[in-house]
């Protein structure tokens, strides 16, 4: 009973800092709410995980196969962006570092690294994805106002056909002129975020 209140407490500040973690950085950000979901749950598995390991008698190989589990886990239904697998990389690793930590480690030094952790966290997501420019992709079937000399031009048809403005930069790909078409990359601000990446 003595360890119960003390790896409670760890445990309910392990899942609060995950949830401060994937509710007020990823999810700003453009996060989807299902990963929310996944972080928050994958690290109160492990955290539970990582508590029967250290508090029951059980063989290393079964450790071991528990944990096996987790690299065979995959989410066909939907593909995974380098940052949703960093976010799930940094919550298993929360999970695990604060409960497998030994009991004669002091608690602050547990919150000093979840405090750098949370800093490097917060501070990449503010310069890197809180830019309110979005990049999109287009197919553009008037080869004549791709001309550099009539980039006004070609501003104000995408604004009109589009609804795109506050366009920064354009870029023109492949050029098909059989199709009479063009590949166009451009960079606009997104002000009510309502574009997605492509």
């Given amino acids: 009973m003595e360890l119960f209140i003390p790896t409670f407490l760890k445990f309910c500040y392990s899942i609060s800092f995950v949830f401060i973690l994937a509710r007020f950085l990823y999810y700003p950000g453009k996060g989807q709410k299902e990963y929310v979901f996944t972080y928050i749950l994958l690290a109160t598995m492990i955290s539970l995980l990582c508590i029967l390991i250290l508090r029951v008698e059980i063989s290393f190989g079964l450790a071991l196969g528990i944990f096996a589990i987790f690299s065979l886990?995959?989410?066909r239904t939907t593909s995974i962006s380098p940052r949703e697998m960093t976010y799930m990389f940094i919550c298993a690793g929360i999970a695990a570092k604060n409960h497998l930590a030994p009991p004669e480690i002091e608690f602050y030094r547990i919150l000093i690294t979840?405090?750098?952790?949370?800093?490097?966290?917060?501070a990449s997501e503010y310069f890197l994805f809180r830019s309110?420019?979005?990049n999109k992709v287009l197919v553009y079937k008037n080869l004549e106002l791709i001309h550099p000399a009539r980039r006004s031009e070609l501003t104000e048809d995408?604004?009109?056909r589009y609804g795109i403005s506050q366009i920064?930069?354009?870029?023109?790909?492949r050029i098909d002129e059989i199709k009479n078409a063009a590949r166009l990359e451009i960079l606009f601000e997104?002000?009510?975020?309502?574009?997605?990446?492509?």
């Fill in 73 to 75: 886990m995959r989410y």
């Fill in 114 to 122: 979840d405090g750098i952790i949370l800093l490097l966290v917060g």
């Fill in 132 to 134: 309110k420019y979005t």
């Fill in 158 to 160: 995408l604004n009109a």
């Fill in 168 to 173: 920064k930069k354009i870029k023109v790909g």
């Fill in 190 to 198: 997104d002000t009510d975020e309502s574009n997605l990446d492509d």
